[in-house]
């Protein structure tokens, strides 16, 4: 079977690390994109199923990384209907694209710990969702989507991601890096919920080895799996290791202890990741050393 990888939102901090990781593993890449489709990267709205449908039939997949989503929970909360298209419809095509052309291609969707209420951690990939916001209600009903219309779908539950960036803002992670570099301005950081920071690196490794199992078809690759970093940390607790890991003072970071405001966040979703550990598939970095090996890239953004 060729080794074919379409990458959806491939633009974007977790695409951009899927598109390296597949093509440094003998993989023929597509990514795909929209708003920023430039260089090698196809233009796509996902949500035209006739011209997503012709592109997949072009390229003729035997995997497709679905990573492009509407993921900002405050914009989701504005913006219902837009969500849907964007995360559910589009979901659906590709879903029922590879269902129609099972087995010789599959999805890996990518969604989210958003879709547990934070209430019962650690969450196996059996326990039942219970999001508490629209973008985890969004992010679910894609999940749902995918296994509906193709029941050898794969979905991969992560946390809050950070990685190599085009501008800070890319990732909630890394934003906080730009406010404790203000050192001469207060930087209110939430000591509340708690997090778990991981590599878009470990991710994609993470996404080409279940590629890599489906590719010789081993049927057991399945249903819903979670991947994780290690460390369980509020926003002010990265902020503060930050500062640290780059020479800057901590002092004008201030830990909020009450709940984050906007979209209801859940407490503690920490990701049971037994699951893939034990078909020997993952890779889990340190939020220090994660950090550290982008301390160059971090360092260019800071205005």
């Known amino acids: 079977m060729s080794k074919k990888v ?12 899927l598109v390296r ?19 090698s990267l196809r ?71 958003y879709v547990f209420d934070g209430t019962h951690p650690p969450y196996a990939p059996t326990d039942e969702p219970n999001p ?50 203000r050192v001469k301005k207060p930087a209110v950081m939430s000591d509340y919920e708690r997090r778990y920071p991981t590599s878009v690196d470990d991710v994609a490794v993470v996404c080409r080895q279940i590629a890599d199992k489906r590719l010789v078809g081993s049927d057991s690759v399945r249903g819903v799996y979670h991947w994780s970093g290690p460390d369980e940390m509020t926003k002010y607790d990265m902020a503060v290791e930050m500062a ?6 901590a002092e004008h970071v201030v830990a909020n202890k009450e709940p984050s405001k906007g979209a209801p966040r859940p407490y503690n979703s920490q990701l049971d990741t037994s699951r893939l550990e034990e078909l020997g598939i993952g890779q889990k970095t340190s939020f220090r050393d994660g950090i550290l090996s982008l301390k160059e890239n971090l360092l260019s953004k800071l205005g």
């Not at 379409?6 to 690390?17: H, K, N, Y």
């Open 132 to 181: 508490l916001n629209k973008y985890g209600i969004s992010k679910l009903a894609s999940e749902r989507a995918a296994q509906r219309h193709d029941p050898s779908a794969i979905v991969l539950r992560v946390p809050v991601l950070y990685g190599r960036v085009e501008t800070l803002a890319e990732s909630a992670v890394t934003v906080l890096l730009d406010a404790v570099a």
């Open 244 to 249: 640290k890991l780059f020479d800057l003072p």
């Open 43 to 113: 233009k796509v709205d996902l949500r035209d199923e006739t011209s997503t449908n012709r592109l997949l039939d072009d390229f003729s997949p035997s995997i497709i990384v679905h990573s492009a989503a509407e993921r900002r929970p405050d914009v989701v909360e504005r913006n219902e209907t837009e969500t849907t298209r964007i995360n559910v419809d589009a979901t659906t095509t590709l879903a029922k694209y590879t269902a129609k052309h099972a087995p010789r291609t599959s999805t890996i969707y990518l969604s989210t710990d």
């Open 21 to 39: 990781q597949f093509e440094s593993n003998g993989w023929e890449v597509l990514g795909t994109a929209f708003s920023r489709a430039t260089g």
């Open 6 to 17: 379409l990458i959806t939102g491939a633009s974007g901090l977790l695409g951009r690390s």
